[in-house]
């Protein structure tokens, strides 16, 4: 396993945002984490990347605890990740921009920007454009481009799809698939549930700070209380107390999906 999240519990003053999380994600994954607003979704990548402590539990990356390390120093360790709010250097060129994210390599980057800029034709186009004045979606392009350029193991991701008209959707949705193939293990936040889960190959639901539900994510797709949550069709459901109430799993489940349908999905006990 490539990354190991392991009940990690973090807080915001006395609010307790994540109440025992544990994702993994495997070598070659693309793992999508999806939940409502405020589930957890920013906080949990936070953390795994250092810029939130934890207050228990524990992040094991690539054999190694990474609990205490610095932010910086896992970034070395191959922890790649494009900020929220984008976080491009508005006063430097694109080119710049992308030289920036190698900071902590040394050598000869030639190829790696060959490739950044074939992943991303539109950051060709701009190379010289102060990144300031790059539209929201391009700056987005510019961001992960510049995650790229830091060689990461796993790449992280929070929403890259957000605020992007729908073409460009689909076009970042396809990039990730692609850099993926490439080798790089992704770990995914998104709102855009559908889009996340047909890209995936595994998926956790979190709802208030804890995990509800984990299982491939072909599975979730045509999971009706996913759909219905997330997805944006069926009854509505409570994934929390079905989760609780599946256990046992004889349990008879309330008003909601037959047994079959279910029958290979995690349920997390909170
Ligand atoms: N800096 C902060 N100070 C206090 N509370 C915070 C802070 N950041 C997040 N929270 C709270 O922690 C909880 C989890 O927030 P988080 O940003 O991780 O959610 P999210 O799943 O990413 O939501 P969204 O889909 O809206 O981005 C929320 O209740 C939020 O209000
Ligand atoms: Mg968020």
Redesign the pocket.
């Known amino acids: 396993m490539l990354l190991e999240v392991k009940d990690i519990r973090v807080h915001?003053?006395k609010?307790e945002?994540l109440k025992g999380i544990s994702v993994e994600v495997n070598e070659g994954e693309i793992v999508t984490l999806i939940?409502?607003?405020?589930?957890?979704?920013?906080?949990?990548l936070k953390t795994i990347s250092g810029l939130r402590g934890l207050s228990s539990g524990s992040i094991t990356f690539d054999g190694k605890d990474i609990s205490k390390m610095p932010g910086h120093k896992r970034v070395i360790a191959g922890l790649g990740q494009a900020p929220e709010g984008r976080g491009v250097f508005p006063g430097m060129t694109v080119h710049d921009n992308l030289l920036m994210g190698a900071y902590t390599r040394s050598g000869d980057f030639t190829a790696d920007l060959a490739e950044v800029y074939e992943l991303f034709p539109r950051l060709a186009e701009r190379r010289t454009q102060m990144g300031g004045t790059m539209s929201g979606g391009e700056q987005q392009m510019l961001a992960i481009g510049r995650a790229l350029m830091a060689k990461p193991k796993v790449l992280l991701l929070d929403?890259p799809s957000m605020g992007l008209a729908p073409l460009l959707v689909q076009q970042i949705f396809e990039i990730i698939e692609e850099i993926n193939r490439r080798g790089t293990t992704v770990l995914l936040?998104e709102?855009n549930a559908q889009q996340a889960l047909k890209l995936a190959h595994r998926a956790y639901v979190?709802e208030t700070?804890k995990v509800v539900k984990s299982a491939p994510a072909d599975e979730l797709l045509n999971d009706p209380a996913v759909q219905a949550a997330y997805l944006g069709g069926g009854a509505e459901h409570d994934l929390e107390a079905e989760a609780a109430q599946a256990v046992p799993p004889s349990a008879p489940a309330s008003p909601a999906p037959a047994p079959q349908e279910r029958r290979d999905v995690t349920e997390e006990r909170s």
């Open positions: 915001y003053g609010i945002a939940g409502a607003n405020g589930a957890g979704k920013t906080t949990t929403e936040v709102q979190l700070g």
